[in-house]
């Protein structure tokens, strides 16, 4: 222990002998001391012979009860501030009362106290974050929370102010925006709740001085003894192994890192309880379509997951992406790779991908829904935790230059850890359905690239694939935006060649293909309509750049050859193989190829963050 480290303080000497005299009581184990790096804080002298550390009584609170004369437990004070009550929430009235103090300097009962809080010039919670500060929360949730509390104090300080005005308060000329700061922070940093000293009424913050000097620690084995309506005293557990100079603690109970920050203004590095806080809320169209479907109800949560996210209204609550390890445990979930998100968000994108689908819950295990419905919710989630990924890197080189930035670069670390933990695992689950399998057909589902669907065409196919690149070629048909056009291509050209061609199709990858995907999506018929005119002008105009079909009729186009080819099969004997993905009447069959291609391209294709960048991958 060096007096560089700390040192008694003639203010804290001022404060112990103020709070001693009027009926509060510290133990003569301990001392009141101040540092540069810690403020006025409290160290054991030698092992503590009785774990009670410090007694406030209920009398020296100091907290919106002191203005009020019939409160005979608190100490009364003579304000103005009076005037404001149910004029000015109660809250930004506690803290105008603490600056009205402030101001009276030794005028003021609880001067000793006020003159041992930190000053605007120690805080660090984000409400005094300055542009280059903020620079260190980018791409957290923390960021826009800090921005809009900030908001929402100007808004009450610009209140507050028109209202002492009106009632002639002087304040009113004395107070700034940056005082109203510091009180609204040493109220979220250091009150206590009033439900155990006084039961039975409504809840507000209370200041207690002295018990209040303890910096947090979440390893603190400590004690709150409230005896209602008389005191408050803190106990340290252990305290008989405390060395002279140790550093006590208490312990406000396990907190997220963004909650350390925003109220307190530090954070803890390895925080173990430290979450990933996402909000995420269903378009009026989902909600509907969720509504009509009874996918609300708790036997339509898929997944094995526990319905219990229902109860409140999720749409408003925040939800917590978990890391491995945490010690809150995982979700449960009967896929491994889903259970560090929570059950909401896994909800959410299995009632997406019903819409997609155009599914009906009912034909669909909700307990353990089938692999495609499995892989169509994976990519999903893949893709909306690889964007904010993106916004949040895992590294930031800034190296940060004083104690506000330091602790924001410890809880975006942190953050970023978590999240790209998450993508990390369902990464490698996409990653695994993104490796073909060379069984016909695959057991589970594959994720297929463009380039990957037009190499399994130049090995089935090879002249025709040639006239397909040629066609891409032409139409200068290449980029990412270009993917879906692509993949409608391709399977109108693996359709009309797999029927077109006399040959046996047993070991075929691309009919495998087709055979799943005309099970799942049968043959449109005419009158379901284009949604899409665009895209299917396109392919009816220029099919014939991407496919060439034989045909007696030199001018004959892909479509018209498809539907001759239609009107055989329903002209031809009965009991004749149709072949075996086509089911029902094959008439129009050119157009409704291209349709029902359309219709594939649609549900079936996802979003796949690869390499950095977004591919449409078929689901097949």
């Known amino acids: ?70 409160e005979k437990e608190v100490l009364h004070i003579e304000s103005p501030l009076r005037q404001c009550q149910g004029k000015i929430p109660d809250h930004i009235l506690a803290y105008l009362i603490l600056i009205e ?158 909650e350390l920050l925003l109220g307190y203004g530090f954070c803890l590095e390895d925080n173990p309880i430290e979450q990933f806080a996402l909000k995420l809320a269903f378009s009026p169209m989902l909600q509907q379509y969720a509504q009509e479907m009874n996918l609300l109800h708790p036997e339509n949560v898929p997944f094995s997951m526990s319905p219990a996210f229902l109860d409140t209204d999720p749409n408003k609550e925040q939800h917590f992406l978990r890391a491995k390890g945490h010690p809150f445990g995982r979700y449960e979930n009967c896929i491994p790779y889903f259970r560090g998100i929570p059950p909401y968000i896994v909800h959410f994108f299995f009632i997406q991908t019903l819409l997609a689908l ?30 904010r990924c993106h916004s949040l890197p895992l590294s930031n080189d800034s190296e940060p230059s004083n104690y506000k930035q330091k602790y924001a670069k410890i809880y975006r670390d942190g953050q970023a850890k978590i999240i790209h933990s998450v993508r990390s695992e369902l990464k490698a689950a996409v990653d695994r359905a993104r490796t073909s399998s060379s069984e016909m057909p695959p057991r589970r589902p594959v994720l297929l690239s463009t380039f990957e669907a037009i190499l399994a065409l130049e090995a089935e196919f090879p002249a025709e694939a040639q006239t397909f690149r040629k066609g891409l070629n032409k139409h200068e048909i290449a980029g990412p935006e270009d993917e879906g056009v692509i993949w409608t291509l391709l399977l109108t050209v693996f359709a009309s060649l797999i029927l077109t061609t006399p040959k046996d199709q047993e070991g075929s990858l691309i009919s495998s293909w087709l055979r799943d995907l005309f099970t799942r999506h049968p043959l449109p018929a005419l009158e379901d309509g284009i949604e899409d005119a665009e895209t299917y002008t396109f392919v009816d105009s220029h099919l014939a750049d991407f496919l060439h079909l034989t045909s007696p009729d030199a001018g004959a186009s892909p479509t018209d050859v498809l539907d001759d080819l239609g009107l055989t099969f329903v002209n031809q004997p009965v009991g004749t193989a149709v072949p075996v993905f086509i089911d029902g009447r094959t008439e129009n069959l050119g157009v409704r190829i291209v349709m029902w291609a359309m219709r594939v391209a649609e549900q079936e294709v996802l979003p796949v963050f690869e390499g950095g960048a977004l591919k449409k991958c078929l689901s097949v």
């Open 1 to 70: 222990m060096s007096s560089k480290d700390f040192s008694t303080h003639p203010l804290a000497q001022e404060l112990v002998t103020w709070f001693t005299q009027n009926g509060g009581s510290l133990s003569s184990d301990v001392q009141v001391v101040n540092s540069d790096s810690r403020g006025f804080h409290m160290r054991a002298v030698r092992p503590l012979s009785s774990p009670v550390v410090a007694s406030s009584p209920l009398k020296l609170t100091l907290s919106i009860l002191n203005l009020d004369p019939d």
């Open 101 to 258: 103090q402030r101001k009276k300097g030794t005028g003021s009962p609880w001067h000793a106290y006020i003159a041992c809080l930190p000053g605007p010039e120690s805080m660090t919670t984000p409400l005094w974050f300055d542009g280059d500060d903020m620079a260190f929360l980018t791409g957290t949730s923390l960021a826009p929370a800090a921005r809009e509390r900030k908001e929402d104090m100007q808004r009450h300080w610009e209140q507050a102010v028109t209202v002492m005005k009106e009632l002639c308060i002087p304040l009113a000329d004395e107070i700034n925006f940056e005082l109203l700061l510091w009180a609204a922070t040493i109220f979220t940093s250091r009150a206590f709740i009033s439900t155990h000293i006084l039961p039975n009424r409504e809840t507000i913050p209370l200041l207690f001085p002295v018990v209040d000097i303890l910096n947090h620690s979440v390893s603190a084995k400590v004690e709150w003894d409230f005896q209602p309506h008389q005191s408050f005293a803190l106990k340290c557990l252990e305290g008989e192994t405390f060395e002279a100079g140790q550093e006590l603690f208490n312990n406000y109970a396990p907190k997220q890192n963004d």
């Open 358 to 387: 155009d599914a009906d819950v009912r034909a669909v295990n909700v307990g353990r829904p089938d692999a495609r419905i499995t892989l169509q919710v994976l990519v999903l989630l893949h893709q909306a935790i690889e964007q």
